[in-house]
């Protein structure tokens, strides 16, 4: 008689890493009340994405995000070919995701931003913190992949009407919406006392206030962006999402953004690059014992 295997399975990096990507999209999604995104009160300002959406979204990711890991393993340094194959197995996760979401984008730019910082990650698992993951991830990006289509996507239609760079320049320049804004004032916040919940949203609405989210300006121009930044500064000004009064500029954040069809979907995929990161550094043992 066979009895079950009930000894735990022990993860390569690659998996564990691909695991803390997906962990991270799915906390992100779940993360409530976030202004004008999908969370678990509802769509925000989208007609076509649902929580459960973002769910699937995020699980049909997995194997992209393992197969970056690898391929950083097997290349074992910063280059052209690591970039080129990593932009090959980002452009195929994408065709994963629209097919199981039906052609809507969920995800693109959160596959280019975790992408980049699991294979950042996978490269040097004994150099974990955050600064030296977002450089690595930052000098891969800075490499021209030859094979990478060139299409009028929003981003560059943005680009071209505000001359905002968006996620290319974000990466580019080591991630500072999350390295200088957001893990700062996660750990702010969780210092304060504030519950994990208002930390995140604190760390969402400090990416907000400076972000050029290239989803809020091809929605809704300039006026949006403004409206998002300066009403997330207020959020946090009036101490933030803990506070009564953080709660109530909240709502309002909300509403104004909703009015404007204005989503900030680039914020959102950095608060998951966020909380991987975050999850990479409390979890440095795991990650430099998973050989
Ligand atoms: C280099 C790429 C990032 C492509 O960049 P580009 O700007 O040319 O392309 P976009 O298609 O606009 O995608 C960029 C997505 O990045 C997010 N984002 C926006 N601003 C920022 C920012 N300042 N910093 C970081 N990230 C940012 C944002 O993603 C979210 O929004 C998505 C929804 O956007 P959109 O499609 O515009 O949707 P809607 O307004 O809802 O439109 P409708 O459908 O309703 O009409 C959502 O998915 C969030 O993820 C931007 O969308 C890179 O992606 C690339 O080269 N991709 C090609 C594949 C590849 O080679 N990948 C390499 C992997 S390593
Ligand atoms: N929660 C969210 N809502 C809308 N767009 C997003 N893009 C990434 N996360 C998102």
């Given at each position: ?161 505000y001359?905002a ?51 809020v300006l091809?929605?809704a121009g300039e006026q949006g962006l403004h ?65």
């Amino acid at each position: 008689m066979h009895a079950f295997n009930l000894q735990p399975k022990t993860l390569t990096l690659a998996e564990r890493l691909a695991d803390m990507a997906v962990d991270a999209l799915i906390d992100e999604a779940g993360l409530s009340p976030k202004p004008a995104l999908v969370d678990r009160r509802g769509n925000g300002a989208h007609t076509d994405l649902h929580l459960g959406l973002m769910h699937a979204s995020a699980l049909s990711l997995w194997p992209a995000f393992k197969e970056m890991a690898e391929a950083a393993i097997a290349f074992g340094e910063v280059g052209l070919p690591l970039r080129e194959a990593i932009g090959q197995i980002g452009r195929d996760g994408e065709q994963e995701m629209l097919a199981t979401t039906h052609d809507v984008n969920t995800h693109r730019g959160a596959i280019w931003a975790l992408g980049l910082l699991v294979t950042g990650a996978a490269l040097e698992p004994q150099s974990s913190d955050a600064s030296a993951v977002a450089l690595r991830a930052a000098r891969l990006s800075l490499l021209d992949d030859r094979y990478a289509p060139r299409p009028l996507s929003h981003g560059a239609q943005v680009a071209q009407r505000y001359g905002a760079r968006g996620a290319r320049e974000e990466a580019q320049l080591g991630f500072p919406a999350v390295i200088q804004r957001a893990l700062p004032q996660l750990k702010r916040s969780r210092a304060a006392g504030h519950g994990e919940q208002s930390a995140r949203l604190d760390a969402l609405l400090a990416i907000m206030t400076q972000l050029a989210d290239t989803c809020v300006l091809y929605r809704a121009g300039e006026q949006g962006l403004h409206t998002m930044q300066l009403g997330a500064q207020a959020v946090l000004d009036a101490g933030g999402s803990a506070s009564l009064a953080g709660r109530r500029r909240l709502h309002e954040l909300d509403q104004q953004l909703i009015a404007l069809n204005a989503s900030p979907g680039g914020a959102a995929d950095l608060l998951a690059a966020c909380l991987f990161i975050d999850r990479i550094e409390s979890c440095d043992g795991v990650i430099q014992g998973a050989f």
